[in-house]
C-alpha cells in the first residue's frame, strides 16, 4: 500500500506518492495562490490528490500545513502566511477527494519524515531543528511526534535563552529564535559588516546579490577575522539552545536543516564541541546525542505527512 | 496485586506497599547510612522491601534513586550524594531479596507518581517540577516518562534561561535552576536584606531561625515592598522558564513541588498570568496548562516507582 504526503506551502503545494518505507514513487506540485481564497485551495489541493492518487491503491492522505492544526477536528487553526483561521480542511477535502486526510504542522511533519525515513532513521528518538527565517522542528520519541495536549507543535524557537534579551515576533524576548536562526545569522552579519568596512564580507555580500546566511561562513572559509568572529557567535547561540534541547529530552539524534544546515561539518563540528561541553551528566554516560544535517531536503515533510498518514496514531 | 515503592534518599530510606490505583496501604522507613558503604545501603534496602512483601503478593518492586540511573543494565551509574558511580542495585537487590528490582531517577518517580496519581492523574501530559535545592522534575506523556536516549532524567533545570547568567553548578552559567530554585529564592532574599535594613524580613529570618523561600512571601504578605519585589522578580524567573516548558511541551498540567510550591495561590496565581503572557500561539487555542500544586508530597517518589514497577513498559 502507498500513501500520499502533501506539503501546503505559502508558495507552492507539493505532493508525492511515498511507500511504506518512505520512498518517494511520483511527485508533482502546483502554485498554492492563497490570495485566491482557502476554498480555491483546498481545490488546487483537491486536484493534486486526485491526480496522484489515479491508478494507485492509496491507503490514506497526510497533509503538512503551515501554523496551527487541530488533527482531532480536522481544522487549520490559525495560518498567518495563507491568512486562515479555523478552516475545515479535512471536510473541505473529503468532499472533494473522498479521502480523511491527517493533518500536521509542516514543521512537525518534515521532523517525521527525516525520523523515519531520513536522518534520524531508526533512531529512538529525535529532535529536528529548522534554521530559517524562524526556528521550527519537532520532536519525535519512539516513532511518535511530541505534539502536546493542545495539538499545536512544539515551539522549540519560542524557548527563552536570553532573558531580557532581543525582542522576539511572538512577543517575548530573548527566544532562541532571534539568536539562531537563518534570519539572526544574516542580522549578525549585517551589524559585523557596518563595524568592518574591510572585511571580505561586502564583497561576498555583492557576490550573493545581498547579505544571507552563506557570506560570513564563506569569509570565515578565506581567513576573514570578522566572519571568523560572526560564525562563532552565532554558533555559540546556537549551541545554547540545542544544549537545552539535550538536557530536556537526551535524543539520539539532533538534525538540523534550512539553509544554514547546508554548511555541514563547518557547522557541524564547532557545534558538537561547544554543545558536548553543555550536556549534563556527560561525563557519566557513553551514549551521547548524535548532530548531524537531514537529508531529506525539500521532500521531508510530503515524506512525514505521508507515513503519519500511514501510522494514524503516529503523535503523541 | 499490590507493589512496592522505595524512595532511596540521602539521609532516610522510605517505602510502601501500594495499589494499583497508588494507594498507599502500608509504609516503613529507615535510616540511609550512606557513610558506610553501598552495600551496606543495599541491605538496607533489602531488609525494608523483605519487611513490607511480608505476607502480601507482590507484582514488582520500583526503587527511586538520586542521580544518574541505568534500568536497562540495573545500575545507578552517578549519584554524587551517595558516593556511588556504577553501582549494580539490581543484581545485588535481586540476591537480597529474589526480586529484579526497577530503577528510575527519583525526580522522574515522583513525577510519574503525580501525574498516576496525584496533581496530574488523568492529565494526556505533564511537566512536574520540584523547586527545591535545584529544580528537579519530570516530563510524562501518554502515561510515559520521557527519558530520552540516554536512559536519564529530562534535567528540565540545566535549560539557560538567562544567556552568560549566573554559575550554575552543573558549570553552564544561566540555568533555570539559578534562578528558580528555593535557593535561588533564598539567596535574592538574603541580597535584598542586605539592600533593605528595615525590611521585615530581618524579624522574619529572625522567626525562622534563618533565611528560607518563606522569607520573602511572608513579607509580602505583610505589605513589605523588599519582599514584595523579591517574590515578583523570583516568580519572574520562573515563569521564563515554565513558559519555555509550556512551549516545547504544551502539556495538560504543570505541577510544582518542593517548599516554594507551599506558598500555593500566592505563588501559583501571579506565575499563571505571567506564563500565559509568554505562551505561544496562547490567542488561538482554548486548551491552556493548568498550573497546580502537586498532590502526594513524600509519597509522591515510593508511588510512582511502584507504579513504574507496575508498568514495567512505563517509560519512552
Given at each position: 500500500m502507498n500513501y500520499l504526503g502533501i506539503d501546503l506551502g505559502g508558495t507552492n503545494l507539493k505532493g508525492a506518492v511515498i511507500t511504506?518505507?518512505?520512498?518517494?514513487?511520483r511527485e508533482a506540485s502546483r502554485p498554492t495562490h492563497a490570495e485566491r481564497g482557502a476554498d480555491s485551495v483546498a481545490n488546487a489541493i483537491g486536484e493534486l490528490i486526485c491526480t496522484l492518487a489515479a491508478g494507485e491503491r492509496i491507503g490514506g492522505v497526510g497533509i503538512g500545513c503551515p501554523g496551527t492544526v487541530d488533527n482531532a477536528s480536522g481544522e487549520v487553526v490559525y495560518a498567518n502566511n495563507l491568512n486562515w483561521v479555523h478552516y475545515p480542511l479535512r471536510e473541505k477535502l473529503r468532499e472533494r477527494t473522498g479521502f480523511a486526510v491527517e493533518l500536521v504542522n509542516d514543521a512537525n511533519a518534515a521532523a517525521l519524515g527525516e525520523v523515519l525515513a531520513g536522518a534520524a532513521k531508526g533512531a529512538h528518538s529525535a529532535v529536528i531543528l529548522t534554521l530559517g527565517t524562524g526556528v521550527g522542528g519537532g520532536v519525535v520519541i519512539d516513532g511518535k511526534l511530541l505534539t502536546g495536549y493542545t495539538g499545536?507543535?512544539?515551539?522549540?524557537?519560542?524557548?527563552?535563552?536570553?532573558?531580557?534579551?532581543e525582542r522576539c515576533s511572538c512577543g517575548r524576548r530573548g527566544c532562541f529564535e532571534t539568536y539562531a536562526s537563518g534570519a539572526a545569522l544574516t542580522r549578525m552579519t549585517e551589524k559585523a559588516m557596518a563595524q568592518h568596512p574591510d572585511s571580505s564580507m561586502h564583497e561576498l555580500a555583492k557576490r550573493y546579490d545581498g547579505v544571507d546566511g552563506r557570506v560570513a561562513f564563506e569569509a570565515q572559509k578565506a581567513g576573514d577575522a570578522a566572519g571568523d568572529a560572526v560564525v562563532k557567535q552565532y554558533i555559540r547561540f546556537l549551541a545554547l539552545g540545542v544544549a537545552n534541547l539535550v538536557n530536556i529530552f537526551f535524543p539520539e539524534v539532533i538534525a538540523l536543516s534550512g539553509g544554514?544546515?547546508?554548511q555541514g561539518e563547518h557547522l557541524l563540528a564547532p557545534l558538537r564541541e561547544e554543545v558536548s561541553r553543555m550536556e549534563y551528566g556527560a561525563a557519566y554516560t557513553a551514549k551521547h546525542p548524535k548532530i548531524v544535517s537531514c537529508t531529506l531536503g525539500y521532500r521531508a515533510g510530503m515524506t512525514g505527512a505521508a507515513l503519519l498518514a500511514k501510522n494514524k496514531n503516529g503523535t503523541a
Open positions: 511504506e518505507e518512505g520512498e518517494i514513487i499545536a507543535a512544539s515551539e522549540l524557537g519560542h524557548m527563552v535563552i536570553a532573558e531580557n534579551g544554514v544546515a547546508e
